[in-house]
C-alpha cells in the first residue's frame, strides 16, 4: 500500500453529499467556519483565473461544482505531477525567450513571496500572473501542452479558459494587453523535462487585446456566483461525467478509505506514488 497525499475534509463530517439533488452540503460548523476566515488559510479561497473558466463552463469539459470544490479547499490533489513538473521546469526557461524576443525584462512573480496571489486587495478574485512586460503593459501567461494540440491551437483556438485566465489577469493588472506563449512538447518530455532543449521545440505566441466589457461581465457573473455558493453553503450540481474523479474523492469518510482509493487509482494508472 502507498501512502496517500493528506486530506483535512472528509465525506459525513465536513460536508454530506446529497445524490438526490446532485449537491453536496457543507456541515453548519465548517460552512461557518469558512465564511469567518474569507481570503485566509481556512476560509473560502478567491477566485484565480484557472477557476474562472469552470465558473463559466467555457466548454464540455468545465465544472462549477470543482470550481465549488476548490473554493471550499475540497479539491482533489494532483494525482500526476509530471504536467505541472514541466510548466515549473521550462516556464523561467520560456520566460527568458520572451524577454529576448521583446528586448525587456519581465516583471517575475514568486509564488512564496506573493502567497499564489498578486492581488491581495481585490477581495473576491486572485491569482499569480507568470509575467509583466511593465513598458508595454503586457502580461504574459506560459503554457506547455502535447506537440499533437499545435494545429488546433493555430487553425482554430487555444483553450478559451486559458484566454479567460489571462485576461482577468490584465484587467486586475491595469494592463492593455497578454499574450499567451505556448511550448509545444514530445511525450517524452514530460518524463524529464528539466532536459529539454527549448530552441528545439515549437515556441508560439499568441497576442490578444484586452476586451473590457467581456472580462467586466465575465467579472459580475463570477461575483453573483460566488456570493450566492458562499452564503448558503450548498454546491451546484454535479455532472457524473465529468466530476466523477471528485466524485469518488470525495465519497471517502475517513484515511483509511482516502488510502484505499489512492492504491486503487495508482493500480489503475491514474495516479503516481508519492515520493517520502
Given at each position: 500500500m502507498y501512502k496517500a497525499p493528506i486530506r483535512k475534509y472528509y465525506n459525513e463530517s465536513e460536508y454530506f453529499i446529497d445524490k438526490i439533488n446532485k449537491k453536496i452540503i457543507l456541515d453548519s460548523k465548517f460552512h461557518n467556519k469558512l465564511?469567518?476566515?474569507?481570503?485566509?488559510?481556512?476560509?473560502?479561497?478567491?477566485?484565480?483565473?484557472?477557476a474562472l473558466g469552470d465558473i463559466?463552463?467555457?466548454?464540455?469539459?468545465?465544472?462549477?461544482?470543482?470550481a465549488y470544490a476548490r473554493l471550499c479547499g475540497l479539491q482533489?490533489?494532483?494525482?500526476?505531477?509530471?504536467?505541472?513538473?514541466?510548466g515549473v521546469i521550462l516556464e523561467p526557461k520560456i520566460l527568458e525567450?520572451?524577454?529576448?524576443?521583446?528586448?525587456?525584462?519581465?516583471?517575475?512573480?514568486?509564488?512564496?513571496?506573493?502567497?499564489?496571489?498578486?492581488?491581495?486587495?481585490?477581495?473576491?478574485?486572485?491569482?499569480?500572473?507568470?509575467?509583466?512586460?511593465e513598458s508595454r503593459k503586457k502580461i504574459i501567461e506560459i503554457k506547455t501542452t502535447n506537440e499533437k494540440?499545435?494545429?488546433?491551437?493555430?487553425?482554430?483556438?487555444?483553450p478559451i479558459g486559458y484566454i479567460k485566465q489571462a485576461q482577468?489577469?490584465?484587467?486586475?493588472?491595469?494592463?492593455?494587453?497578454?499574450?499567451?506563449?505556448?511550448?509545444?512538447l514530445k511525450n517524452e518530455d514530460y518524463d524529464d523535462p528539466s532536459l529539454v532543449d527549448v530552441d528545439k521545440r515549437i515556441i508560439k505566441n499568441f497576442d490578444f487585446p484586452l476586451n473590457v466589457n467581456q472580462v467586466q461581465d465575465d467579472m459580475e457573473k463570477a461575483k453573483e456566483w460566488y456570493e450566492k455558493y458562499t452564503k448558503t453553503g450548498y454546491?451546484?450540481?454535479?455532472?457524473?461525467?465529468?466530476?466523477?474523479?471528485?466524485?469518488?474523492?470525495?465519497?471517502?469518510?475517513?484515511?483509511?478509505?482516502?488510502?484505499?482509493?489512492?492504491?486503487?487509482?495508482?493500480?489503475?494508472?491514474?495516479?503516481?506514488?508519492?515520493?517520502?
Open positions: 465564511l469567518l476566515n474569507k481570503r485566509k488559510p481556512f476560509g473560502y479561497k478567491k477566485i484565480t483565473g484557472t463559466l463552463m467555457v466548454d464540455s469539459f468545465k465544472s462549477e461544482f470543482a482533489m490533489p494532483i494525482l500526476d505531477p509530471k504536467y505541472i513538473n514541466a525567450k520572451v524577454e529576448q524576443s521583446l528586448g525587456e525584462k519581465l516583471k517575475r512573480f514568486n509564488a512564496q513571496e506573493y502567497q499564489y496571489d498578486y492581488f491581495k486587495e481585490n477581495e473576491i478574485f486572485g491569482g499569480l500572473p507568470d509575467g509583466y512586460a494540440n499545435y494545429e488546433y491551437w493555430t487553425t482554430k483556438n487555444i482577468l489577469y490584465t484587467y486586475l493588472m491595469g494592463a492593455k494587453t497578454f499574450s499567451i506563449v505556448a511550448i509545444f454546491s451546484p450540481q454535479y455532472n457524473e461525467s465529468i466530476d466523477s474523479d471528485l466524485l469518488e474523492y470525495l465519497e471517502c469518510k475517513n484515511s483509511s478509505e482516502w488510502e484505499n482509493l489512492f492504491n486503487k487509482w495508482i493500480s489503475l494508472g491514474k495516479a503516481t506514488p508519492i515520493n517520502d
